[in-house]
């Protein structure tokens, strides 16, 4: 598997609203996996599921992509050996979630909060 399936970034189109999952200004342009494929690719199929995708606009894919240690504490990354829909993410600038694998999105806190 190389990318998400034409299905796939059709549910993160869905969840995203058609603006970008970071910012919310831009319109979606690219697809991001939070979990990163690796070098040729990977076979784990969660690796292209919704929970692990980010559709967002290209300048923020570059500021992801750029700032590595904010987007892993922010959600936007995540380390390989985690699962993604277990890692919170800062959405549209404060807004915590966690995207399940069916393309939703559910309420959450970072970690170390308490309600």
């Known amino acids: 598997m190389t990318g998400f399936s034409r299905n796939v970034r059709n549910l993160m189109l869905a969840r995203s609203k058609g603006g970008c999952e970071l910012c919310f200004f831009g ?19 969660e690796t292209n599921w919704p929970s692990n995708g980010l559709a967002i606009c290209e300048p923020c894919h570059r500021m992801v992509e750029s700032n590595r240690q904010q987007a892993l504490e922010c959600g936007w990354l995540v380390p390989q050996r985690v699962d993604p829909m277990s890692v919170p993410i800062l959405r549209h600038g404060s807004e915590w979630v966690v995207f399940d694998h069916d393309g939703g999105v559910q309420a959450s806190l970072p970690y170390g909060w308490e309600a």
């Open 27 to 45: 319109r979606v342009q690219q697809f991001h996996h939070r979990r990163p494929r690796g070098m040729g690719s990977t076979r784990r199929p």
